[in-house]
Structures are given as C-alpha cells and as structure tokens.
C-alpha cells in the first residue's frame, strides 16, 4: 500500500508525473487520468499560450536528458477550462503555474483559485526562458514572490524549487518558506543551463541558448537526494515535499523515501518509456518494502541511516 498524503491531499499511490513531459495537451492528461500515476500534473502555464524554443530542444543522453522546452503551453485558460473534465479519474489535479513575472504568478494563482486543482505548484525555477533568471536564486525576489502569491484563498500552494549547492542556501531558502503559508514543495527541477556537446558534430546536442539547457535524469540524482533530504532536515513537519530528479526505479523512489520524501515525480524516465512506468516503479517500490519488512511505507519515510 503505498499510498501518500502530500500537503492534506490523499494519493493512492507514491509515484506521479512531474511537470514537464507529455502533460501539455488535454489528451496526453486523459492518458495520465487512466495510467497509474497517483496524480494529474499539467506543464508548467503562462499567461498566454507559448510555442516554445526552437527545436531541436530535448535530447535523450545515455543517463538522462537535456533540455530546453521554452515553455511550451496553452496558455492558463485553456488549463481552466479542461480541468472540470479531469476529475472524473479521481486522482489530485495538480496545475503547474510559471509567470513571466511576479504579476503573472499573481493573476493565474488567483484565477486557479476557484479550480478543480487540489494542489497549485508554482514553478520558481524555469531555466529556459532566454533572458529570465531562476527566481528561486535570486532569494529577495523568492521572499516577495512568496510574499504576492500567498495572499489569496486557501488553495494548497506549493513552490517548485532549483537544485542548491551549499548548506547556507538550504538554510537561507527554508527560512523564507517558513514565512509563508506554503503546503509543499518539489525538488528539485532540472540542473539549469548545462551544456553537452557532441565531439562527432562539434556541436551542442539542442538549439536554444547556444546549446545550454536543463539537465535530467540519473545524473542529478544525487542531487535531489541531498535537496529533499536538507529540506526534510530544516522545514517543520507540515510542509509536505515532493522528491524529483532521476527516478527510474523503485529503488530511486525508495531512495527518495528514505531521504524524507512525500512522494516522488517522475520526468525523463516517463518522456522515455510513457505512462507504463508509473505502475512499474510503484510495483518495484512495493516489492522493496516488503523485502524490507517495512509494513507502512511512512516507516522508511526520513529513516536514512547514518554511517
Ligand atoms: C521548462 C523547463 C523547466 O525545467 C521548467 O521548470 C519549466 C519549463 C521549459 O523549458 O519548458
């Protein structure tokens, strides 16, 4: 039984997709709404609908993926409009907002509102926006975003987060969470502007910004682990945390498990393989526990042993 309970929200399961992949359409969300990820997670909206960058934009590495989408989406009505017709699967809506702006992170967290959602995560950390930092480090913009955004009713609120790389960052970051009524948080997203060449081409392997894009997959495994599990280590008890960033197995999620993590999403592992996965690594998990001996999944949850 692995089901989760992430900022008051009941999952049946530990194991969703992540905003990003194959979440943009209405129909590749029916798809998710009868797989078995434990939730539906859309692609992060903008005001309006965007194209994105030009292509070539993702590509599949050997351990993961680079990419650089731009953002590619509908626009945030359209996300309005469809969601009273996905919660016929019974599962969390989670909707995915990422302005251009603080406004903009105003104005789509106030008409979601209203919603379908079950959860709003706010993505405060899109590298691909030629021109636009990563909120998430720039931590006196963090503080006021958070500030904007909380402001309205009582839709559980979340904040995607970017990789941190030093303890006083960890530090700095949940202390401004701890300011505000945050429910949750997801961490972490791609490893911003990195750059994989290609020695046969001479050339890197995307278009956009001269190559650099988000990285993906196993590489920033490690990475996540010691986000989610210094989040885990600093946040109190009532902000929930999703765990992302290579997970391919039930051992990467068990992996998460132990770091401290609530639930995990999955992003290249589903771009690659489609919505089998989510029942693959939830059945791996399951079968991991049980070896264990673990009986209830929140026994392993935070339960990393040190050396
Ligand atoms: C995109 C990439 C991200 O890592 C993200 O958080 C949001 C958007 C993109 O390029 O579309």
């Known amino acids: 039984n692995l089901s989760s309970t992430v900022a008051e929200v009941n999952f049946a399961s530990y194991i969703l997709n992540a905003s990003g992949p194959r979440c943009t359409t209405e129909a590749e969300l029916h798809n998710l709404g009868q797989s078995e990820s434990a939730a539906i997670m859309t692609k992060s909206c903008t005001l309006l609908a965007r194209e994105g960058n030009p292509e070539p934009r993702y590509k599949a590495l050997p351990q993961g993926s680079i990419q650089s989408m731009g953002l590619p989406n509908l626009g945030y009505k359209a996300y309005l409009d469809m969601l009273p017709r996905l919660t016929q699967y019974n599962k969390p809506l989670i909707v995915s907002i990422s302005g251009l ?94 750059l994989v060449i290609d020695p046969e081409t001479e050339s890197p392997v995307i278009k956009p910004k001269a190559g650099f894009g988000g990285l993906c997959g196993s590489y920033i495994k490690p990475i996540g682990l010691a986000n989610v599990n210094a989040f885990r280590q600093l946040l109190p008890k009532e902000i929930s945390i999703f765990g992302v960033g290579g997970i391919y197995s039930g051992s990467d999620a068990f992996e998460y498990l132990l770091a401290g993590a609530d639930a995990v999403q999955v992003a290249t592992c589903y771009q690659e393989q489609g919505t089998e996965c989510f029942s693959r690594i939830s059945n791996e998990l399951s079968q991991i526990l049980s070896r264990k001996n673990y009986q209830d999944i929140n026994d392993a949850k935070g339960a990393l042993k040190l050396l």
């Open 101 to 194: 702006s603080i406004n903009d992170n105003v104005e789509m967290v106030s008409a979601f509102q209203k919603s379908a959602a079950d959860l709003l995560e706010v993505n405060f950390s899109c590298p691909n926006v030629p021109g636009k930092p990563q909120l998430g480090y720039d931590f006196e913009q963090t503080d006021k975003a958070l500030a904007a955004i909380t402001k309205f009713g009582d839709k559980p609120l979340g904040i995607k987060l970017p990789a941190y790389f030093d303890f006083n960052h960890f530090e700095t970051v949940a202390n401004i969470l701890k300011k505000y009524p945050v429910k949750f948080i997801s961490s972490i997203n791609s490893i911003g502007n990195t």
